[in-house]
T-cell receptor
Framework: AQRVTQPEKLLSVFKGAPVELKCNYS??????LFWYVQYSRQRLQLLLR??SRESIKGFTADLNKGETSFHLKKPFAQEEDSAMYYCALLGFYQTGANNLFFGTGTRLTVIP | GAVVSQHPSWVICKSGTSVKIECRSLDFQATTMFWYRQFPKQSLMLMATSNEGSKATYEQGVEKDKFLINHASLTLSTLTVTSAHPEDSSFYIC????????????FGQGTRLTVV
């Protein structure tokens, strides 16, 4: 069964410090992984996906299949990065169904 | 990005009545829609996945007769909470995506359901 684990519920860092939000997954097939972000009073939105290998707002995430991890990193945190971050896994099945599972989320607070 | 609209944003209903929540993709065809439930200070719990024109796939532990999902068109999916009870009070969120792999899911603003 698939599972997404975000071990840290809360994470506080100082402005300018590096930040890493951890995500580990469990999935029998070939997963597609995403990071979604929810800013205060806004809806969830996609931050980045592992397929794209892109950097969004200075954030990057590398899929490590050996460690089954997809940690989100940013070298220098900004105050506007304060938000709730969710790691998500998109699973596909032979039946044609799919599902999008979320981790429990990490609330990042960047201290000025 | 694409827009997904949920309606209503909040609803209060009496115990025993049914409530319908709509999820619309406004500017794209949503071949897949996901319905989530979120308890206070907790993550989104996937309830079911619906693909246009076919029956929804429910996650384990979710009663399909309690939470009726219809995805009759490429722009609309509905979740009906039947015979609602206070324990059904929660925040319900839908998301929609296009067909295929590696597609972004766009989220609605959520619906706060309170059953009294």
């Amino acid at each position: 069964a698939q599972r997404v684990t975000q071990p840290e519920k809360l994470l506080s860092v100082f402005k300018g410090a590096p930040v890493e939000l951890k995500c580990n997954y469990s999935y029998s097939g070939s997963p597609e992984l995403f990071w979604y972000v929810q800013y205060s009073r806004q809806r969830l939105q996609l931050l980045l996906r592992h397929i794209s290998r892109e950097s969004i707002k200075g954030f990057t995430a590398d899929l490590n299949k050996g460690e089954t991890s997809f940690h989100l990193k940013k070298p220098f945190a900004q105050e506007e990065d304060s938000a709730m971050y969710y790691c998500a896994l998109l699973g596909f099945y032979q039946t044609g169904a799919n599902n999008l599972f979320f981790g429990t989320g990490t609330r990042l607070t960047v201290i000025p | 990005g694409a827009v997904v609209s949920q309606h209503p944003s909040w609803v209060i209903c009496k115990s025993g009545t049914s409530v319908k929540i709509e999820c619309r993709s406004l500017d794209f065809q949503a071949t897949t829609m996901f319905w989530y439930r979120q308890f206070p200070k907790q993550s989104l719990m996937l309830m079911a996945t619906s693909n246009e024109g076919s029956k929804a796939t429910y996650e384990q532990g979710v009663e399909k007769d309690k939470f009726l999902i219809n995805h009759a068109s490429l722009t609309l999916s509905t979740l009906t909470v039947t015979s609602a009870h206070p324990e059904d009070s929660s925040f319900y969120i839908c998301s929609a995506s296009n067909r295929g792999r590696n597609t972004e899911a766009f989220f609605g603003q959520g619906t706060r359901l309170t059953v009294v």
